[in-house]
């Protein structure tokens, strides 16, 4: 990928300022002061970071002489490409006396330049050399008549200068034909032409959409990852084999650093046909590549063309999916896109975004052989991992292929749990460890001692990729070459990897912290504490003094020894490999107190920048790792932050609260407690509102759904009072509260009848219709989910309109109408197999297995009931799979008596299960449902466990106020006593 696109991709911008130092000293001030934050602020509004690299500000002509400057400049050159911003004047600029073997090993092409100005080469750099200009350089020429400064006529310098400026004139390079007279101007010229080069790479008038960004990252993240690929074709071979056949779903587990992510993403671009060499690998990479991975040709994979889809999600590679709700966002949006399916919107709430997951895996498994690559599924954060295995189905399609990599843990034993099989990556034999000491040289041009690389080879510790890379990343910056075998002895002391990062920074202490004490120790610990990480401006302002940003040229020589060891996510820098984190704790924050204080550094910094999306993205977290719970408090329930936050990132904001429930903060209490300052806000109620019920507060959350209704009925806002009457009336639903319920979905239904709002009075009718049934009311329910079937199929809105009709068909059921009720729920069945709508496929079979057990179809019924809980365990939906098996035991109890053995077992999977989901009264059904069993069995031989299995499904019953199921056991217990 070139600069260009890897600009584009992360939507960074780093601009490389060049020129002349102490006459230019106006016009940087104009650029600094009121151009650059014109810029960056034109950049935000577009998701777009911009940063200004100017290294010759507060550098001496002394020090640049020195030659301590250029390797840094020569080198943020390049990380900055394709953006550059030279500025010539009246001066030519110091001289370059000489250049040491080493940059010249590393820049050839300044052979000859000596005797240059360093202005000079930092423009051959960025326009002449290999990277060429690009599409995004800027370069300006002042006019002499306001130059003050100026070369004395006929001297050596001013014939270089006139030379040097022909050059880049006839070069075409200028960015105007006319020279500019004055600081301003300039300022004027240069915020009109950067944007407008900024703009020609981010063309959209708006941001992309999300699905769009992240789309883009994991395009990169895996292309960069898959060139590095050096690693046995068994291994390949290993994984080809798993989407043709094997226990699913396969765990590639290895620890960090061992080629994990490598290995798949090379695997995934063989796997779809698009792994190309010449493409993917640079030359060196290219010929010191697997025999058997050579030539110009793309290479054939034994699954390429078998696949309908391939999804690759790196975790963590975004903001996004750092979190298990961005995660299925992602690979489902990316299903959504390839098969066109027609499938409910995505919803906010986590816990209902993981439960859609299932639906969406067996919905693209109907669609031909897909493979999902998750990698690193244990980078992400808290509990999230632990849901990301409970998301995961423990029974998949046969046509669906999940890959997940982990490293050995907790994370790993779960994945083991779920019955799949495991690949485990070998450490690096001598022939890949060679492999990667010839990119060392082709790379790098750097040679190692015949000896030295046999050291390292042999050494146990070099078999980990991440070990024997970051090795010889330090290796190549040593300055002699007498050293090297001294720093080879040194690293091969380091018992793994994480030691070897703490050799690391020791190193860093020592060469980047003379003008900046701490540096290090600072800049590392707070991308340790960071989130997500943090953009490259921010660090500098942290890490500064005396109220002003690091000056870069301080900064610049540390972030390029960092760079090799970090990742770009969205204009965010965070660390590439868990290792490191490891090693930063380690080394700089062994205590609890340590910890604190950079969580609240951080949370110090972000606090004045509220509403910004960083400081949502990151204050209140900050506050929470800072145990600040009063100020986190505070924050939550102020109506400035409340309302925006939820709006930013809603799934963000539950992830917070429940890290705070789980820690035995009651929100509720919280929220409640605020009420009156929350409440004379819309916008904070409103938000108030929609947290609470999402978080099951029901209490809590019909106060502020109330309060913020009343806003939005003097507002006359007709939506949002819509929206907040429906919460309202499931919050009733939720408890018990059915009549008053109905009455407010009897005047939504109303309101949407007045308006004409059809896709809402459908909804509403629904939602009566259900709160109707659970009344009794089934003439009255029956009327409404007629009417919704009529108005879906005026819509044209299929989805909805299968639903309906399954509504009908339970209306026919009570009223003892199977046959029709039967037909209802098989077009439901039909319907949803179209769709691919697996949800209420579920619900359909299910229904129409009660149908046919009404007719005595026992044999049917059980068929149906046994598809039913394949489903339940392909999507993990464990509530119905326990009904489902409540149901299944109690056809085998009542018509197959030969299958008791059958009917217990599914009872104790369904007691097993109930206990799982905490929910009392399906435990006190199962409960019941035992006792009427072992009844069956023999009422003498059992007599004591029927009464045992009694006893306890009332007990659990009355402390519940179960009422009508506590009636029904007392029933049958009355019964028992009468026998």
Not at 259 to 284: C, D, H, I, N, Q
Not at 319 to 340: H, I, K, N
Not at 549 to 565: D, E, F, Q
Not at 667 to 672: R, V
């Amino acid at each position: 990928m070139d600069s260009i696109e890897t600009a584009r991709a992360d939507r960074a911008v780093r601009l490389f300022v060049s020129s002349t130092f102490s006459d230019m000293l106006m016009e940087r001030r104009v650029l600094v002061e009121r151009v650059f934050p014109q810029v960056r602020e034109w950049c935000h509004a577009r998701g777009v970071s911009f940063t200004e690299i100017d290294l010759r500000w507060g550098i001496t002509e002394e020090q640049s002489r020195g030659g301590r400057v250029l390797p840094i400049c020569l080198g943020e050159i390049e990380a900055c490409h394709p953006f550059f911003l030279g500025l010539i004047g009246g001066r030519y600029g110091s001289l370059a006396k000489r250049f040491t073997p080493e940059l010249l090993t590393d820049y050839p092409w300044l052979r000859g330049m000596e005797q240059r100005s360093y202005t000079e080469l930092e423009f051959a750099r960025a326009l002449w050399t290999e990277s060429g200009p690009g599409i995004s350089s800027l370069v300006y020429e002042r006019d002499p008549a306001f130059d003050s400064y100026s070369e004395s006529p006929g001297s050596e310098p001013a014939k270089q200068l006139a030379e040097f400026k022909a050059r880049v004139r006839n070069a075409g390079l200028m960015a105007r034909a006319d020279c500019y007279r004055g600081a301003e101007e300039l300022g004027s010229w240069v915020l009109e032409d950067l944007i407008h080069k900024i703009e020609l790479l981010f063309p959209e008038s708006v941001p992309p959409s999300p699905e769009e960004r992240e789309r883009e990252i994991q395009s990169r993240v895996r292309r960069l990852r898959g060139r590095r690929f050096i690693g046995s074709r068994e291994i390949l071979k290993r994984l080809d084999a798993h989407v043709l056949g094997g226990a699913n779903p396969l765990l590639i587990c290895a620890p960090s650093g061992a080629g994990k992510s490598t290995t798949l993403a090379a695997w995934a671009a063989l796997a779809e046909g698009e792994f190309e060499p010449s493409l993917y690998l640079t030359k060196a990479w290219k010929d010191r590549f697997p025999k058997w991975w050579r030539g110009e040709a793309a290479v054939a994979s034994p699954v390429t063309g078998q696949l309908a889809a391939l999804v690759f999600c790196a975790v963590a590679a975004s903001p996004q999916t750092s979190s298990w709700p961005g995660v299925v966002r992602f690979v489902c949006e990316e299903m959504r896109r390839r098969f066109s399916l027609i499938l409910p919107s995505l919803p906010d709430d986590p816990a209902a975004l993981s439960a859609l997951f299932a639906d969406f895996l067996l919905a693209v498994a109907a669609r031909g052989r897909v493979a999902i690559v998750l990698d690193g599924i244990d980078r992400l954060p808290g509990d999230e991992a632990d849901r990301a295995v409970a998301s995961i189905p423990t029974r998949l399609p046969a046509s669906l292929r999940l890959f997940i990599s982990a490293a050995p843990g907790r994370i790993a034993n779960q994945l083991r749990a779920l019955g799949g099989s495991e690949l485990r990556l070998p450490n690096w034999s001598e022939e890949e460890r060679r492999l990667c000491l010839q990119a060392f040289r082709d790379d790098f041009r750097k040679e190692l001692s015949h000896e030295g690389e046999e050291r390292l080879i042999s050494a146990p510790q070099t078999a980990q990729p991440l070990f024997l890379c970051t090795s010889l990343e330090e290796l190549r910056v040593v300055s002699s070459h007498s050293d090297v075998a001294e720093r080879i002895t040194a690293q091969l002391a380091a018992a793994d990897v994480t030691s070897l990062f703490e050799q690391m920074f020791a190193r860093f202490e020592h060469s980047f912290e003379e003008e900046r004490p701490y540096l290090v120790c600072e800049c590392l610990s707070l991308l340790w504490a960071a989130r997500r990480g943090l953009r490259e401006s921010e660090l500098r302002e942290m890490v500064g003094l005396d109220g002003e940003p690091l000056a870069a040229s301080i900064w610049a020589p540390l972030a390029a020894a960092l760079r090799p060891h970090l990742a770009q996510r969205d204009g965010l820098l965070a660390f590439d490999t868990a290792a490191l984190p490891e090693a930063v704790q380690r080394c700089y924050l062994a205590s609890r107190e340590d910890r604190f204080a950079v969580h609240g550094m951080l949370a110090d910094y972000f606090q004045p920048q509220l509403p910004d999306s960083r400081a949502l993205a990151e204050l209140a977290w900050q506050l929470l790792w800072a145990a600040r719970i009063d100020e986190l408090a505070t924050l939550l329930t102020d109506p400035k932050f409340l309302p925006a936050a939820w709006r930013w990132d809603r799934e963000e904001l539950l992830n917070l609260i429940g890290e705070l429930k789980t820690g035995g903060i009651q929100i509720a209490k919280i929220f409640s407690s605020e009420f009156k300052i929350l409440s004379s806000n819309i916008e904070a109620s409103n938000s108030a509102a929609n947290l609470l019920f999402a978080l099951g507060e029901t209490e809590a959350a019909t106060l502020f759904a109330e309060a913020a209704l009343s806003h939005a009925e003097a507002s006359q806002d007709v939506v949002r009072a819509d929206e907040l009457g429906t919460m309202l009336a499931l919050l009733d639903q939720r408890r018990g509260c059915l009549l008053a319920a109905e009455a407010r979905l009897s005047a939504l239904v109303s309101h949407a009848r007045v308006r004409n709002d059809l896709p809402r009075l459908a909804l509403q009718l629904g939602n009566r219709g259900t709160v109707l049934r659970e009344l009794g009311r089934t003439h009255e329910a029956y009327k409404c989910f007629a009417e919704e079937e009529s108005v879906c199929r005026e819509l044209g809105d299929r989805r909805s309109h299968v639903g309906a009709i399954g509504h009908l068909g339970q209306i026919e059921f009570d009223n003892g109408q199977v046959a029709e009720a039967l037909a209802r729920f098989d077009t439901q069945i039909i319907c949803c197999r179209q769709l691919g709508d697996a949800r209420q496929l579920q619900s359909a079979l299910g229904n129409a297995a009660a149908c046919h057990a009404a007719l005595n179809r026992i044999e049917k019924a059980m068929a149906l009931h046994a598809e039913e809980e394949e489903l339940c365990r392909q999507r993990g939906d464990r509530h119905a799979l326990q009904v489902c098996l409540g149901n299944q035991a109690r056809l085998l109890q009542r018509f197959r008596a030969a299958d008791y053995d059958r009917a217990m077992k599914l009872l104790e999977e369904r007691e097993r299960l109930v206990k799982e989901l905490g929910d009392p009264a399906a435990e006190a059904a199962t409960l019941l449902q035992f006792s009427r069993l072992y009844y069956a069995l023999s009422a003498t031989q059992f007599g004591a466990a029927v009464e045992d299995y009694a006893q306890r499904a009332a007990a659990l019953a009355n402390q519940h106020g179960l009422g009508q199921l506590a009636h029904e056991i007392k029933r049958w217990q009355d019964a028992l006593r009468g026998s």
